[in-house]
């Protein structure tokens, strides 16, 4: 059975980090496509990172580049979204999703987790 859970939200300040993962169970990580998306209160969710089967190349949304990294550990089926920089804006609940494909779109991912919550506040 495919399984997605997210851990590692929380509270933080602005310009601080966190370090989000998604523990894989049910697949080889390695074999399939991974992103992240986010969805703020009121808004529409968002892709935030992917990171694709096969060759590992990555996506990430021009709001986070260059702030966001994307990596996956296979021996521990985890991928994880390290957050440095973080702005008030960032704050969302973050889900990881998967499939098989090498599409990066929310609409090509098949399994979704459950998400954890991010707040940037002072």
């Known amino acids: 059975q495919v399984q997605l859970v997210e851990s590692g939200g929380g509270l933080v300040q602005p310009g601080g980090s966190l370090r989000l993962s998604c523990a894989a169970s049910?697949?080889?990580?390695?074999?399939?496509?991974i992103g992240w998306f986010r969805q703020a209160p009121g808004k529409e969710r968002e892709g935030v990172s992917c990171i694709r089967r096969s060759d590992g190349s990555t996506y990430y949304a021009d709001s986070v580049k260059g702030r966001f990294t994307i990596s996956r550990d296979n021996a521990k089926n985890t991928v994880y979204l390290e957050m440095n920089s973080l702005k008030p804006e960032d704050t969302a609940v973050y889900y990881c999703a998967t499939n098989l494909r090498r599409s990066c779109s929310s609409n090509a991912m098949d399994y979704w987790g459950k998400g954890t919550l991010v707040t940037v506040s002072s």
């Open positions: 049910g697949f080889a990580l390695g074999a399939a496509t």
